[in-house]
């Protein structure tokens, strides 16, 4: 089992810039690659970005160039760097995490709010 923990949501100005962290726990040597998803009210939960063990990353053409994952083995955590933030950016930020198996895990998310 793999338990996953988001940080870092809350309140930011339009245009402003936010950093969430995932830490990862358990079995940690199982995961293969992690990411981030986000859903907004109303919508279905839409991918984000991807990071690999090997550093291999993926975005979703919606926030290239805007969102930055990046990962740190030793601490098991990845994170997800937000610049130039929308209010449709307002949504819950979930972690995943996904084992070599194949199996899915996810964190509770952590909610992001994008206003003046």
């Known amino acids: 089992q793999v338990q996953l923990v988001e940080s870092g949501g809350g309140l930011v100005q339009p245009g402003g810039s936010s950093r969430l962290s995932c830490a990862a726990s358990?079995?940690?040597?199982?995961?293969?690659?992690m990411g981030w998803y986000r859903q907004a009210p109303g919508k279905e939960r839409e991918f984000l970005a991807r990071i690999t063990n090997g550093g291999i990353t993926s975005s979703a053409d919606s926030v290239k160039g805007r969102f930055t994952i990046s990962r740190d083995n030793v601490k098991n955590t990845v994170y997800l760097q937000m610049n130039s933030l929308k209010p449709e950016d307002t949504a819950v930020y979930y972690c995943?995490?996904?084992?070599?198996?194949?199996?899915?895990?996810w964190g509770k998310g952590t909610l992001v709010t994008v206003s003046s």
């Open positions: 995943s995490a996904h084992s070599l198996c194949g199996i899915a895990y």
């Open positions: 358990g079995s940690v040597f199982s995961i293969n690659d």
